[in-house]
Nanobody, 124 residues
Framework: QVPLVESGGGLVQAGGSLRLSCAAS????????MGWFRQAPGKERDFVAR????????YYAESVKGRFTITRDNNNNTVSLQMNSLKPEDTAVYYC?????????????????WGQGTQVTVSS
């Protein structure tokens, strides 16, 4: 298991930017690929972005491609999500998640560890 704690959410106007961070505990952070998911009220928790264990490969949902960037720092056990050109439809609770799987996966059931979530609200 790897405990995860997100931070950086908040209220921003459409077109603005936010940077989310997720801090992991433990010594095995680089054993995990990391993902970001989001859940809007009344909706499913959806995949947003994923980064592999070394940080050399990323993958994004079509809805955020070109606007969001996922990065990780294995020395400091953190993963971040830079969100630019935010839209009202990006409003959701954002969760970071960890998986030991090396294969690319966007399925939330493949991620075994989750943070508590951080609220992002984009006003129009």
């Amino acid at each position: 298991q790897v405990p995860l704690v997100e931070s950086g959410g908040g209220l921003v106007q459409a077109g603005g930017s936010l940077r989310l961070s997720c801090a992991a505990s433990g010594r095995t952070f680089s054993d995990y690929a990391m993902g970001w998911f989001r859940q809007a009220p009344g909706k499913e928790r959806d995949f947003v972005a994923r980064i592999n264990k070394s940080g050399s490969s990323t993958y994004y949902a079509e809805s955020v491609k070109g606007r969001f960037t996922i990065t990780r720092d294995n020395n400091n056990n953190t993963v971040s999500l830079q969100m630019n050109s935010l839209k009202p439809e990006d409003t959701a609770v954002y969760y970071c998640a960890a998986t030991r799987l090396s294969i690319l996966t966007t399925a939330r059931e493949n991620y075994g560890d989750w943070g508590q979530g951080t609220q992002v609200t984009v006003s129009s």
